[in-house]
C-alpha cells in the first residue's frame, strides 16, 4: 500500500510528503474545527492526551484567541 501512496504522492509532485503527514493533517484540521483534543487523540490513536497538546498546541492556542474573540459577539458592547 506505501508504495501506491508513493506514486500518488510522485504523480501529484507532492515532496517531503509521507503517511504521516495525512495523520498531522487530519488532526490539525480535526483541532482547527473545534473538536476537543481528547477526541482528536482517540481519533489519531494516540498514546495519550498530552502527546496530541504537545504536537497540536499552536493550533490550540490559536483556537483559544478565537473562542475569546467571539465573545465580542455574544456580549453586547457597553458604552
Do not use: W
Not at 30 to 39: E, K, N, T
Not at 60 to 78: E, F, G, Q, R
Amino acid at each position: 500500500m506505501y508504495k501506491k501512496i508513493r506514486k500518488y504522492f510522485k504523480v501529484a509532485g507532492l515532496k517531503d510528503v509521507s503517511i504521516h503527514t495525512f495523520r498531522r493533517t487530519f488532526g490539525s484540521i480535526l483541532v482547527q474545527s473545534g473538536v476537543d483534543i481528547f477526541r482528536v487523540s482517540k481519533l489519531c490513536r494516540h498514546s495519550s492526551v498530552l502527546v496530541t497538546q504537545k504536537h497540536y498546541a499552536e493550533l490550540l492556542d490559536d483556537n483559544l484567541s478565537d473562542s475569546v474573540k467571539m465573545l465580542d459577539k455574544v456580549i453586547p458592547t457597553l458604552k
